[in-house]
């Protein structure tokens, strides 16, 4: 039973990290025009260094999140996974003829 339990929150992690690295995208591209934006309207201000600095933050983490996901990628069983019982009896229990 514990590894149908690791097994399913082995997934959730892997959900997880799925969506935090869009996020994470997500947030790069805000910032990256911010960076810009700021960079064209005002050179040098203090403006644009943060956007640039939240930038690197941000690409750092989306960084790290897909390395992480590299890291443990899902084995492929070759099968869908099922969460029910099988609904076939298997062939060893044959009932003899009455």
Request: charged share 15%; net charge positive; glycine share 0%.
């Given at each position: 039973m514990a590894q149908k339990t690791e097994r399913i929150q082995f997934l959730r992690a892997v959900r997880q990290l799925r969506r935090i690295r869009s996020f994470y995208a997500a947030a790069m591209l805000l910032w990256a025009g911010s960076a810009a934006w700021s960079g064209w309207?005002?050179?040098g201000a203090r403006q644009m260094w943060v956007s640039v600095l939240l930038?690197?933050?941000f690409t750092a983490l989306f960084v790290?999140?897909?390395v992480s996901l590299r890291r443990i990628?899902?084995?492929a069983t070759g099968r869908?996974?099922?969460h029910a019982?099988?609904?076939a009896v298997s062939s060893t229990?044959?009932?003899a003829p009455a």
């Open positions: 309207q005002a050179s930038l690197a933050v790290t999140a897909s990628a899902v084995p869908p996974v099922r019982a099988p609904h229990r044959r009932h």
